[in-house]
Every structure is written in C-alpha cells, then in structure tokens.
Nanobody
Framework: QVQLVESGGGLVQAGGSLRLSCLAS??????????MAWYRQAPGKQRELVAV???????NYADSVKGRFTASSDNAKGTGYLQMNSLKPEDTAVYYC??????????????WGQGTQVTVST
C-alpha cells in the first residue's frame, strides 16, 4: 500500500516561513516517484495547484505564490518539499502533496497525501 505523509504545517504569523515535507512509502515494495506536486484547499474553495514539476525540469507555480514558494524533491528518496516564505493570510489552507508513483510490476498511479494544515495569522 502506497502512503504519502505530509508534515511541517502549523500556525505562523504573516511574513513568516514554513517548510512542508512529503514522504512516500510503499509497504516494502520497490517503487519510484516519478513526479511530486503540491496543491492546497482553503475553506469553502476548490483544491488548487500550487506547484508542479514540468518535463523541462522547471517547476510551474500558481501566480499567487510565485517568488515566495519553492518546491523541490528527491525522487530517489521519495521525498518532496515546499518552502514557503513571506506567507500571507490568504495562504491559509490544507496543503496536499500528490505523487505519481511507479510500483514494480504494477505500473504507475497518482496518490494523494492526507494533507497538512497551514494557518497564517495577521
């Protein structure tokens, strides 16, 4: 069974920083993380894309977080990170990682983490 576990969320004042982590595991099976992206969902709103890696090697960011957020990953280790700086109250949301993972002899699928709450106070 594949699991994605996010961590690093919490309460921070506006202007502060947080670093989210996402760790993939697959119950002892051989697996490979192909891509890892970040999404968020604020109360009463639809889930939206925050950062997604492109085939070019660059990362595409939502306009609202460009210049403030940086996504990175170590696919060989099954880990991803979202560094969030200059946080604003409107960044308050549950943040999710989504990974495309290939499991040996089973093919690739997309998997979601359970989410981690980020709350930015004024």
């Amino acid at each position: 069974q594949v699991q994605l576990v996010e961590s690093g969320g919490g309460l921070v004042q506006a202007g502060g920083s947080l670093r989210l982590s996402c760790l993939a595991s697959a119950s002892g099976r051989v697996f490979r993380v192909n891509t890892m992206a970040w999404y968020r969902q604020a109360p009463g709103k639809q889930r939206e894309l925050v950062a997604v890696p492109l085939t070019s090697g660059r990362t595409n960011y939502a306009d609202s977080v460009k210049g403030r957020f940086t996504a990175s990953s170590d696919n060989a280790k099954g880990t991803g990170y979202l560094q969030m700086n200059s946080l604003k109250p409107e960044d308050t949301a549950v943040y999710y990682c989504k990974a495309n993972i290939a499991i040996l002899a089973q093919g690739s699928n997309d998997y979601w983490g359970q989410g981690t709450q980020v709350t930015v106070s004024t």
